[in-house]
């Protein structure tokens, strides 16, 4: 399934990344993984699960999707690899005018969204709506 909205994430022990503009970050902690290497992904990102989690648990967002084949799509994303090695990327052809980079990773990997496509502004979170209902 794919999720649009803003502060989705994913976490995976496989992963592919496909972004217009891959930055290295800086390294962040993760209990029980350690030391991941961050990258910032902008312009048109979107990540999704190669290899599911075993144990299927999250580790470092309790509402993180885990299912194979979920995905994430958005502006900008931001995902984290473990151990913090250098990622190698491939420039593919993305849409029809634009090429992209892509990463595809063999270890643990978690990806957030952080800025939602901007046409989806009016859409809004069912399970935070039901929340306020209450």
Known sequence: MQYVLQGVSIESEASEIISRDIKRGSYIDIPKIGKCAKYNCKRNSEAAIRQELNP????YK?????????SISGENLIFCVSPFKKVSFDVINYTGRHKAQRAITNCYSFAELTLQFQFLKQLNDPNQEANQNL
Request: aromatic share 0%; net charge negative; no cysteine.
């Open 56 to 59: 299927k648990q999250a580790i």
């Open 62 to 70: 309790a509402d993180s999707k885990l299912d194979l084949h979920d």
